[in-house]
């Protein structure tokens, strides 16, 4: 017999609503620096920057420069690695998780402490009160939830620390009181051959109680339609009548909402937004959509924003939650009880209230496009893309966008011009799809004025190329990064690399 223990999520609920009804942000934050800066101060990390003599974020500022993540571990982490023993934080640190840059492809060591353990079980229980606060008879905890993550089998490292994938971590530290709750079951979890786990996954879940699905969209739509295929049934409502709530996030979601409201359609599931990364769970959605994402601002991360064009200053302005402006786009910087300080994480964001705060993803630092001088960066394509499945009434289920440049001069060479390359859920006929590259133009020339001008001064208007449904997914298997947090790049700005991309994509050199 299946224990419901909704009723007392919803206790703890309650209770965690009455703290944040009463909770300055602002001061929040500043307790959370000051409990940083005291931790650490011990470590070599905090011996060097002096944290002893840091009394306030001016202070903090003033003595800890902006890092990344490459800044990071050449500095930091990688002569002791995997032996990091008081270095950026307390403690020797246990964990590591594993996770390829999106643009650069590099494999990344991100440490991971036992503090940011609970952060983001603290983090993850915010997610599900903020449902309870949506969904006052909510019963999610009536039957298990479900995370498309990538393997959790972890790597031992020299030293006795594990390596492995974010969810891999996270599953080997489920309190057992909750582990009936959580699927997939190790047998699925534990397999490292993405084809042979989405075989798995598809016959095993259909007669499953989910009430809770999780996951980056892109992989999400992949498992679903073979769900759907393999069972006959034409929505998510009809394989699991009591879902809840699907938790998206990773990727800019409005290119995908069209279709997974379509598979939620008739059920009683909503969609949820969070924003979590290796470095730390930032924010999650506690209300509409329209709102924006609440930051979790006292889980031990401590946040900073930097606008993007002062990242290349020797001297960037850095503002924190007391004095960032509203409505203006910054990249997100974070200092974390992970020991990584003043780090750049590479997105940016755009605070939309203060009170409580509440932020919006609006694209990535290194994630931006300007080989002709049309500067172009991801939050434009993502709405262009959007525009265009409309337009078109297509659902896209992954995208890559770069640029190619004529290799030769002369009457038959190929003009200056963008190629996107896309996949849809099901493939489009050569007329739509004309339609889709028409509209994603204009859209593109609506979102950017400079790419506007160098199309009526000569570029020459995108190309678009339909990839067979899966072939994004054998792309990053074959690279080794299919499943869990990785996702494809959305623009690329290195045209070479960008060629053989193409090229690996299409089959076509």
Not at 300 to 329: K, M, N, S, Y
Request: glycine share 8%; aromatic share 8%; with cysteine.
């Amino acid at each position: 017999m299946r224990i419901d223990a909704t009723p007392a999520l919803r206790l703890w609920s309650r209770r965690r609503a009455q703290h944040l009804a009463t909770l300055d942000p602002v001061e929040a934050q500043a307790r959370i620096l000051r409990r940083l800066v005291r931790r650490a101060r011990d470590t070599r990390f905090g011996r060097a920057h002096g944290f002893a003599d840091i009394h306030d974020v001016a202070d903090f500022q003033a003595r800890v420069p902006l890092r990344t993540w490459d800044d990071m571990w050449r500095d930091w982490w990688k002569d002791p690695f995997p032996v990091l023993d008081n270095v950026t934080w307390p403690g020797r640190v246990r964990w590591f998780a594993v996770t390829s840059g999106t643009t650069s492809g590099r494999t990344k060591h991100i440490p991971i402490t036992g503090a940011m353990m609970r952060s983001n079980h603290k983090a993850a229980g915010d997610v599900l009160s903020f449902h309870l606060w949506r969904r006052p008879d909510s019963r999610v905890w009536g039957g298990p939830s479900f995370l498309l993550g990538g393997s959790t089998d972890l790597t031992p490292l020299p030293g006795g620390a594990v390596a492995g994938d974010l969810s891999g971590l996270a599953a080997a530290r489920v309190p057992w009181m909750l582990r009936p709750l959580v699927y997939p079951p190790p047998s699925i979890a534990l397999l490292p051959d993405w084809p042979r786990k989405l075989m798995r996954l598809s016959a095993d879940l259909p007669g499953r109680d989910l009430r809770m699905i999780a996951g980056v969209p892109s992989w999400l739509l992949i498992l679903i339609e073979r769900l759907l295929a393999r069972t006959g049934a034409n929505s998510l409502g009809a394989l699991f009548p009591n879902l809840e709530v699907l938790v998206h996030g990773g990727v800019a979601f409005a290119p995908y909402r069209p279709r997974f409201e379509a598979l939620l359609a008739g059920s009683r599931a909503e969609l949820a937004e969070v924003y979590p990364a290796s470095e730390g769970f930032i924010a999650a959605q506690d209300a509409s959509p329209e709102d924006g994402l609440r930051l979790m601002v006292d889980h031990g991360v401590f946040f900073e924003f930097v606008p993007r064009e002062d990242l290349t200053h020797c001297a960037p302005v850095r503002h924190w939650l007391a004095d960032a402006e509203i409505g203006r786009d910054y990249a997100l910087v974070l200092s974390t009880c992970a020991g990584a300080w003043g780090y750049v994480l590479g997105d940016t964001v755009r605070l939309v209230s203060r009170f409580p705060p509440r932020l919006v993803i609006t694209g990535r630092t290194s994630w931006s496009l300007s080989v002709f001088g049309e500067h172009l960066i991801d939050a434009e394509v993502e709405i262009a893309v959007a525009a265009a499945a409309r337009a078109a009434a297509l659902h896209p289920s992954d995208w890559t966008m770069g640029a190619v440049v004529p290799d030769r001069l002369g009457a038959d060479a190929s003009p200056a011009h963008h190629h996107l390359l896309v996949e849809f859920a099901i493939p489009p006929d050569a007329a739509t799809l004309e339609t889709f590259r028409a509209a994603f133009d204009a859209a593109l020339s609506r979102e950017n004025e400079d790419y506007e001008t160098h199309r009526t001064e000569g570029l020459d208007a995108p190309r678009v190329t339909a990839l067979p449904p899966g072939r994004f997914a054998a792309w990053m298997a074959a690279r080794g990064q299919a499943g869990g947090q990785h996702k494809v790049p959305r623009l690329v700005g290195d045209t070479a690399r960008f060629g053989t991309m193409v090229a690996e994509l299409t089959g076509v050199r």
